[in-house]
């Protein structure tokens, strides 16, 4: 009789990703952000954590940005580069099991069943692993572990250890059905 192995999950998610990217290149020294053209207008599409302290977000006009921020110092967006460097953390974390995934656009997903014991403490010593890595190399990580990827992920993404008490903007699901289920009353 074969006993069945729980499963075990951990996301990474990289909030910072690209204007953490620009950073490793020459980093401006003022807030920045980086910017698209999106429906008509040049929007914000990320920004570094000292443009988010100032009140810019993701979305915002340019325009609106400049008005609130004039020092803000602006990059064109580079999806591909955003790529190529998750796609190279994702092989780093070949370290920890060989089971690694992108998770576009900002995180990874590692199945870390069966690898936990190699790294002391559990999963506990391989997540604190990984987050000094990541610490080290300048990037912003939001950890998180369960039974399944897409709840790891939304752990990570979202915070918290109760998957059951996100939100349910937590869903990868279509805006339609987050509309659907918010008039329904539901709340997480």
């Not at 921020?69 to 370290?95: H, K, S």
């Not at 900002?106 to 002391?120: E, P, W, Y």
């Amino acid at each position: 009789m074969t006993q069945e192995v729980s499963r075990s999950y951990l996301a990474v998610f990289l909030p910072f990703l690209p204007s953490e990217r620009i950073k490793r290149g020459k980093p401006p020294d003022a807030p920045f952000a980086l910017v698209e053209k999106q429906r008509g207008s040049m929007r914000l599409v990320a920004v570094d954590k000292e443009a988010l302290t100032l009140g810019l977000r993701p979305g915002l006009a340019l325009a609106d940005a400049r008005a609130q921020v004039p020092e803000l110092i602006v990059f064109g967006a580079d999806d591909r580069a955003d790529t190529v460097l998750l796609e190279w953390l994702a092989d780093g974390c070949d370290r920890y099991t060989p089971m690694v995934a992108t998770d576009p656009p900002h995180g990874l997903i590692l199945d870390i069943t069966g690898c936990t014991h190699f790294f002391g403490l559990g999963s506990a010593g391989l997540v604190s692993d990984l987050a000094a890595r990541f610490a080290r190399l300048g990037l912003t990580a939001h950890l998180a572990t369960a039974a399944t990827p897409d709840a790891a992920a939304a752990l990570a993404r979202h915070g918290g250890d109760d998957v059951r008490a996100l939100p349910i903007t937590a869903l990868r699901i279509d805006a339609d059905i987050h509309n659907a289920l918010s008039r329904a009353g539901l709340r997480s």
